[in-house]
């Protein structure tokens, strides 16, 4: 299965919003999608047939149990993976050899690289567009992300992270997103939740 043209399909589109939800009834996909919920249950009949998602009874307060889908580890394959253990023994490497030293020249080159990257498609005069912009590039690298305004500015939000897992031991790691978003975005941005800390996601608040 080619996960880019997978993703590009009904099913696929349905995954995505699983991973990023955790996830959902068919009544609550079929919200967000447009569709009926038979339309959407019959996507998730041939999901769980081939082992992606998998069905399970949730009670939402004191009415009868809803069905929830969320994904099976094979689902999660699907999206990009990362030698996130490999990376560890690295950085571990890294600081042993040169200490904390080592690790910052170490992360701000990779941030200065990061940034010159983004800068070539985060072009849009205005802050909705470039965080729009920086928004696809962060889902082409794999990370499930989207944003919304809030009161004074935006909120941007990434469901998943390939290197949550190192950066609990590495917190220099999440130096490169803050980075990105000072050099890309402009303005002041906070950091309200994280992955590596045990968040449900990684959420930043934005203001122009």
């Known amino acids: 299965m080619q996960a880019d043209r997978f993703f590009q399909t009904p ?10 939800r955790k996830s959902a ?4 996909l079929a919200k967000v999608f447009g569709l009926s ?21 949730v009670r939402r307060g004191p009415t009868k149990p809803t069905h929830e889908f969320s994904l099976t580890k094979d689902g999660e394959k699907l999206f990009p993976q990362h030698y996130d253990k490999m990376l560890g023994a690295v950085l571990r490497e890294v600081r042993a050899q040169h200490g904390e030293t080592g690790i910052a020249a170490l992360f701000e080159g990779i941030s200065k690289r990061t940034v010159a ?7 849009a005069t205005d802050t909705a567009g470039r965080l729009g912009q920086l928004t696809e590039v962060l889902r082409e690298g794999g990370v499930m992300a989207d944003y919304n305004l809030i009161e004074g ?24 997103i803050h980075q990105v978003l000072e050099e890309t ?16 996601e990684c959420t930043f608040e934005l203001k122009a």
């Open 153 to 176: 500015g935006f909120e941007l939000h990434e469901h998943n992270c390939p290197y949550s897992a190192v950066a609990k031991d590495n917190p220099e790691v999440c130096s490169v």
């Open 11 to 20: 099913r696929g589109r349905i995954v995505e919003e699983l991973r990023r």
């Open 185 to 200: 975005i402009g303005g002041t941005h906070v950091q309200t939740e994280s992955l590596a800390t045990g968040g449900s």
């Open 37 to 57: 919920p038979n339309a959407i249950r019959q996507q998730l009949v041939v999901l769980e047939r081939d082992g992606l998602v998998v069905e399970q009874s």
């Open 25 to 28: 009834s068919a009544v609550d």
């Open 117 to 123: 990257k983004a800068r070539e498609r985060v072009t």
